[in-house]
């Protein structure tokens, strides 16, 4: 039966510890994401096992149970965001691990510009400064539903509720100069486009005329 107050790991480790590829693609996940350790993606390889595992028992549906199971999981992954509302069973098998750590509370406050990094990320919600529709959450993994995405700010105790805050000064400089360097690309990246098409048109025109 085991010991009750020992609390049973629910993750796979990899099978192969000192694996170099999988050391090199695990590396730039955990610098990614700010990650605390390889735990963290184990953890999230594990969960996507499960939803895959999940699909490939239900590949023949026989019985209404087994439809309603089907549903039943692509309705939830439908509300952490990881599928669209008209997903199908294979879409399940075409997750992969960048979904999973896209839906995590401390990749989305930095999305929703309310942190610097993602290490201040992760330090935010330790710390409890963090709230989903004013209910704190101290867990950096947290799989944010995508109805709640909307609902991320501070705590309303939370120093960083106010705006002399030097740190969220610090914060929101970054964003304004992320926002200035993103248009920059897209001005960039429009021009290009414009560029490539005017030489389309150039050289229709030139073989038209030949």
């Given at each position: 039966?085991?010991?009750?107050?020992?609390?049973?790991?629910k993750y796979l480790r990899p099978k192969h510890p000192w694996q170099a590829s999988r050391i090199a693609a695990e590396r730039p996940l955990v610098?990614?994401?700010?990650?605390?350790?390889k735990k963290e993606i184990w953890k999230a390889q594990s969960l996507l096992k499960n939803f895959a595992h999940q699909a490939k028992s239900l590949s023949s549906i026989k019985?209404?149970?087994?439809?309603?199971?089907?549903?039943q999981l692509l309705a939830r992954l439908n509300k952490l965001g990881l599928l669209k509302q008209d997903a199908s069973r294979e879409d399940v098998l075409g997750l992969n691990v960048h979904d999973i750590l896209n839906r995590r509370l401390q990749t989305l406050l930095l999305k929703k510009e309310l942190a610097r990094t993602t290490k201040q990320a992760r330090q935010l919600i330790v710390h409890g400064h963090i709230a989903i529709n004013r209910q704190k959450i101290t867990v950096p993994s947290y799989l944010v539903p995508i109805d709640d995405e909307n609902k991320i700010s501070y705590?309303?105790?939370?120093?960083?509720?106010s705006p002399e805050n030097p740190e969220r000064a610090l914060i929101n400089e970054k964003?304004?100069?992320?926002?200035?360097?993103?248009?920059?690309?897209?001005?960039?990246k429009k021009k290009t486009e414009e560029v490539k098409e005017e030489k389309k048109e150039w050289i229709k025109i030139n073989l038209n005329g030949e």
């Open positions: 039966m085991g010991d009750p107050k020992k609390i049973r790991r610098q990614e994401y700010g990650l605390k350790n019985t209404e149970n087994d439809q309603r199971e089907l549903q705590i309303e105790k939370s120093s960083f509720n964003n304004k100069l992320s926002k200035e360097e993103r248009e920059v690309k897209e001005s960039k």
